[in-house]
């Protein structure tokens, strides 16, 4: 079974403070993993996609990464906008789920000025 | 500005009522989803479809249903609303030979 799992639930930090979300997968044929950013009352909104393992892609302080069973999204000295969900998806290659996201559940990052 | 239009945004139901949702695009898309979000649970697909006319279930289809009958406009029906059918629903397209998927605001639906 296609299945997305993200850690932590919920993550504080400090301005400036860096760290990391992860996303372990397990999919049938890997066709791309998709980070989006969610707002409160907002709809997902897209930040990045990775094909392969060893892609790396970034935006402003964030960076994504992947590899074979997990990606991770790192955020180098975050400010308080960039408090959000975080939610991975992955898209399988085939299989029944073929073409569609299956989602993570999200981690919440609250960043504290 | 081009997107993913859902109405209506917010709608409170009494358990047995009927409503749809509905979902527009303009930007040509062929691929329509509909997914709703609980605490806890993250995104589910509902619905989907692959083109005008075509729909296929998700995840999690019992009690709802859908209609593509333009390739514009995604509608998801509840045709006897249940308390369990409280949540937040998305709408989101993607293009041929495109993996993105662009996301509506969202509908926030009660149901009492």
């Known amino acids: 079974e296609d299945q997305v799992t993200q850690s932590p639930e919920a993550l504080r930090l400090q301005e400036g403070e860096s760290s990391s979300l992860n996303c372990s997968y397990t999919?049938?044929?890997?066709?791309?993993l998709f980070w989006y950013r969610q707002d409160p009352g907002k709809g997902p909104e897209f930040l990045f996609t990775?094909?392969?393992a060893g892609e790396e892609k970034e935006k402003e302080r964030l960076k994504a990464t992947l590899t074979k069973k997990e990606s991770f999204l790192h955020i180098t000295a975050p400010k308080p906008e960039d408090s959000a969900t975080y939610l991975c998806?992955?898209?399988?290659?085939?299989?029944?789920?073929?073409?569609?996201?299956?989602f993570g559940k999200g981690t919440k990052l609250s960043v504290k000025p | 500005n081009a997107g993913v239009t859902q109405t209506p945004k917010f709608r409170v139901l009494k358990t047995g009522q009927s409503m749809t949702l509905l979902c527009a695009q303009d930007?040509?898309?062929?691929?329509m989803y509909w997914y709703r979000q609980d605490p806890g649970m993250g995104l589910r697909l509902i619905h989907y479809?692959?083109?005008?006319?075509?729909?296929a279930k998700g995840e999690v289809p019992d009690g709802y249903n859908v209609s593509r009958l333009k390739k514009q406009n995604f509608l998801l029906g509840l045709e006897s609303a249940a308390p369990s059918q409280t949540s937040v629903y998305f709408c989101?397209?993607?293009?041929?030979?495109?993996?993105?998927?662009?996301f509506g605001s969202g509908t926030r639906l009660t149901v009492v």
């Open positions: 989101a397209s993607r293009g041929q030979g495109s993996d993105g998927y662009t």
């Open positions: 999919v049938s044929g890997l066709r791309g």
């Open positions: 990775l094909y392969s």
């Open positions: 998806a992955v898209q399988a290659g085939y299989g029944g789920s073929q073409g569609n996201l299956i």
């Open positions: 930007m040509n898309h062929e691929y």
């Open positions: 479809s692959v083109g005008e006319g075509t729909t």
